[in-house]
């Protein structure tokens, strides 16, 4: 495919924003993910495909400390706090009452049959109907399993961006699972 290349006089005619594309599509950079396919026209204008299933407006409401202590506080059926942190990460504390379902090693979770995530996890399948409120340490984690659990089917949802890494700086209660100690070994004559 041959490139075409615009004159350095139309260039300087043009508005900025024009030459920015004009440099970057001159200059081999990566495109977007979004891009236009004549594959299918309606009224002369070109269909748009997006790749993905995440949209950009499907982001859950941000919430905030006082937010979260409340919910946590108040422990309402129909609220599930959800730590998106690894297991080992949860084990060291986590905000009281919260479940953990980790999104890197388990994205689909929300999405196996009730017997199956129970038996994963330990603990019944959210249900559709509960809003879940999601965290993680720093809120990378948490956003993406609130987008995450969208495609699943989960409408109410919440996110705590400010994660774990605010609750400790907030000092907020912080809940540690028990350990399960060892049984002593009886002392062999």
């Not at 774990?164 to 009886?186: I, L, N, R």
Request: with cysteine; charged share 30%.
């Amino acid at each position: 495919m041959l490139r075409q290349f615009r004159p350095v006089a139309l260039l300087a005619r043009c508005r900025p924003s024009q030459r920015l594309l004009s440099s970057i599509h001159s200059a081999a950079v990566h495109r977007p993910q979004t891009r236009v396919v004549p594959a299918v026209k309606f009224f002369n204008s070109p269909s748009v495909r997006r790749y993905g299933v995440l949209e950009e407006d499907s982001h859950a409401p941000v919430i905030d400390f006082a937010k979260v202590k409340s919910i946590a506080e108040e422990k309402k059926p129909d609220v599930v706090l959800v730590d998106t942190r690894e297991p080992e990460e949860y084990a060291e504390g986590h905000i009281p009452g919260a479940v953990n379902i980790p999104v890197n090693s388990s994205p689909g979770a929300l999405g196996l049959p009730e017997e199956k995530f129970e038996s994963t996890f330990g603990f019944p399948k959210p249900e559709p109907s509960q809003t879940l409120v999601f965290y993680c340490l720093a809120g990378v984690r948490s956003t993406m399993a609130e987008e995450l659990a969208g495609t699943f089917g989960y409408d109410k949802r919440l996110n705590y961006v400010g994660s774990w890494a605010d609750w400790t700086d907030k000092k907020g209660p912080v809940e540690v699972p028990k350990q399960e100690k060892p049984e002593p070994e009886a002392d062999k004559k």
